[in-house]
């Protein structure tokens, strides 16, 4: 019996033991910060938990500078420099006190960076605003064997198809299976899309349809009867295409 209490005696002590070593190491170790959470575009972190990519969120892009446009520039703590200009064929404008500068593709943030840049070699921090005055209107062109060729505004999503109606539709010399669609890219090179114009009309299915963009250039070519009509004298071709009357 007394080895029982002894024992009984030992084990409570033992535990009482380890439960100090057990508190005393639980205030020493660090603690151990919170796991952050995956924040997505979406708000919440549910998307990412599910492996799916979450939704980015683009900006439309700013206008760009061209050939022109008209600018005015304001400087209010030195209104002497204070002058409006336009953007010339080469894509420069003259400045006032400084040299021209090369502003053809800037947007008008990008501008006033610059002209800070340029007018901070005379003028110490330089406050300069700049307002867009006037500007080319976003357009495009159509031209050949359409009713009405010409230049158009681009108000809005316009596809090869709406400009062909815009433009008073096809001549009857048209060869609407083989319309071009001239686009410019940088550095002066011109991207060309061959529209088959024919063959979307025919099916009932615009799905295919090429969208343009300001600047485009939209040609519609002869068909090739018409051209060879062009060389052949009206009583010949009155006597083929008309053999009854004859």
């Given at each position: 019996?007394?080895?029982?209490?002894?024992?009984?005696?030992?084990?409570?002590?033992?535990?009482?033991?380890?439960?100090?070593?057990?508190?005393?190491?639980?205030?020493?170790?660090?603690?151990?910060?919170?796991?952050?959470?995956?924040?997505?575009?979406?708000?919440?972190?549910?998307?990412?938990?599910?492996?799916?990519?979450?939704?980015?969120?683009?900006?439309?892009?700013?206008?760009?500078?061209?050939?022109?446009?008209?600018?005015?520039?304001?400087?209010?703590?030195?209104?002497?420099?204070?002058?409006?200009?336009?953007?010339?064929?080469?894509?420069?404008?003259?400045?006032?006190?400084?040299?021209?500068?090369?502003?053809?593709?800037?947007?008008?943030?990008?501008?006033?960076?610059?002209?800070?840049?340029?007018?901070?070699?005379?003028?110490?921090?330089?406050?300069?605003?700049?307002?867009?005055?006037?500007?080319?209107?976003?357009?495009?062109?159509?031209?050949?064997?359409?009713?009405?060729?010409?230049?158009?505004?681009?108000?809005?999503?316009?596809?090869?198809?709406?400009?062909?109606?815009?433009a008073g539709g096809l001549r009857d010399s048209a060869k609407h299976s083989q319309v071009l669609?001239?686009?410019?890219?940088?550095?002066?090179?011109?991207?060309?899309?061959?529209?088959?114009?024919?063959?979307?009309?025919?099916?009932?299915?615009?799905?295919?349809?090429?969208?343009?963009?300001?600047?485009?250039?939209l040609f519609v070519p002869k068909n090739t009867f018409s051209k060879i009509e062009r060389f052949?004298?009206?009583?010949?071709?009155?006597?083929?295409?008309?053999?009854?009357?004859?």
């Open positions: 019996m007394l080895h029982k209490n002894m024992a009984r005696a030992s084990f409570l002590v033992y535990l009482t033991f380890m439960g100090v070593v057990a508190a005393r190491a639980q205030e020493a170790a660090p603690a151990i910060p919170p796991v952050p959470q995956a924040i997505t575009a979406g708000g919440s972190g549910d998307g990412a938990e599910h492996g799916q990519t979450p939704a980015l969120q683009h900006r439309k892009s700013r206008y760009q500078l061209h050939s022109s446009d008209l600018l005015e520039l304001s400087f209010p703590f030195t209104p002497e420099f204070n002058q409006t200009v336009t953007v010339q064929p080469d894509g420069y404008i003259t400045l006032r006190g400084v040299e021209s500068i090369k502003v053809d593709g800037k947007t008008i943030p990008e501008l006033v960076d610059l002209l800070r840049s340029t007018y901070a070699k005379i003028l110490h921090d330089p406050v300069i605003n700049v307002e867009l005055k006037d500007f080319e209107k976003p357009y495009f062109i159509v031209g050949g064997e359409v009713g009405h060729p010409g230049k158009f505004d681009l108000r809005s999503d316009t596809s090869v198809a709406q400009a062909v109606a815009i669609l001239f686009h410019r890219v940088p550095d002066g090179w011109m991207q060309v899309k061959k529209v088959n114009l024919k063959k979307m009309l025919k099916e009932a299915n615009l799905e295919e349809d090429a969208q343009l963009q300001a600047g485009d250039f052949i004298p009206t009583s010949s071709v009155g006597m083929y295409t008309n053999p009854v009357l004859h």
